[in-house]
């Protein structure tokens, strides 16, 4: 694929989406080690990735009208520093409060530099040249849960929890340099300017269209059946099914691989049958593992095959369906395309983590959760896809 001038550098945009995963998950293995520190318990450690993601969610709704205000390229230069700066407060946290504090300012500033990643890909590229780079930008966030848990693990043994945070200090200030040299501006220059930066007028255009309130709903559904299979896959493997942590790291970064497998074969799919085919596609694979697994659990012993299996499925179908799904509804919006990738992974993640956990707090069993998300709602949303064929009238394939 041809660049032309003015497109930012692939790397930038993946590092901007790495660091919001990398974040969460390259401290998990120093969680304990954390709580011995500060006398605290594991939930009140677990507390930090809940501020942060919630940051995350509320910060969208915030910086997307600043990119569209200002620009993308002052907002990610903003959210990088913002992120260095967060995680080097983390690293000298001396209280519990005081890395609370961190995380939620971390959280800020991950979300500006995811949303202003995907509005770039709106703002230099066509939307078949789009969906082929969502894809791979999907797919280089399900590089970050298979490879930082492992480093995380080795920077704590052989320095302690604090080079975590160290280490996204240092992640955030390349990504910075690299920002300010080689990410130019992208926003068009006919994003129309408002008055008041925020105000129900630059939401609702977004918000009142069908195409994109049809693919964040589709979206958010993925997310949360992908929440629940992370929460639930420890229990699973560890506590029922006493499988050793390696065990469980093997199983839960080889199902990460398959992901990113995925992700990057998907652009090729999308090229032989279009990107509203291969969504529905994906929702079929993804009702097909929602089966398997139901059937599964239901009828045989539980196992780790028949667990991770099934969930191995889920994960193509999921990456069929996402690395599309951000295409087709920011497609409507070059004119705001800040606003509409805020709004979108706004939706995407708070309704996900939404759903996930209304899920994780019934006695359902997590195989249950999983096959009602991807056969009620998948089957849902394929009807819908199927009936919105017909009276679609975006721009096509």
Known sequence: MQQREGRPAFWILMGAV??????????????TAMADEFERSHAALQLTITLFLMSVGVGQLMVGPLTDRFGRRPVLLGGAAIYMVAALIGMSAVSIEM??????????GACASVTVAFAAVRDSYTPIEGAR????????????????????????????????????????GLLWLGAYWRFGETRPHDTPIERRLYRWSRYRPVLVHRRFLYYAILVSTMMAAILVYVSAAPVVMMDRLRQPEWVFSLWFGGNALVSTVAFFIVPRLMARWGRKSTVQRGLVVVVGGGALIACLYWSVP??????????????????????????LALEP????????AALLGAIQLGGGASLATLLLITPLAPQTSLALICCGAGAALWATARAMADTDVAASE
């Open 18 to 31: 790495m660091l919001s995963p990398l974040a969460i998950d390259i401290y998990l293995p120093a969680l």
């Open 99 to 108: 890395l609370y504090a961190s995380r939620v300012l971390q959280g800020f």
């Open 133 to 172: 780079l969502y894809s791979y930008l999907n797919g280089s966030l399900t590089l970050v849960p298979s490879l930082a848990p492992v480093l995380g693990g080795a920077l704590t043994v052989a320095l302690g929890w604090r080079s975590n945070f160290a280490f996204m200090t240092g992640f955030a």
């Open 302 to 327: 539980v196992s780790v095959l028949t667990f991770m299996g099934p969930v191995a499925v889920l994960s193509v179908g999921f990456s069929m369906v996402l690395g599309a799904a951000a295409s």
């Open 333 to 340: 919006f070059p004119e705001r395309a800040g606003t509409a």
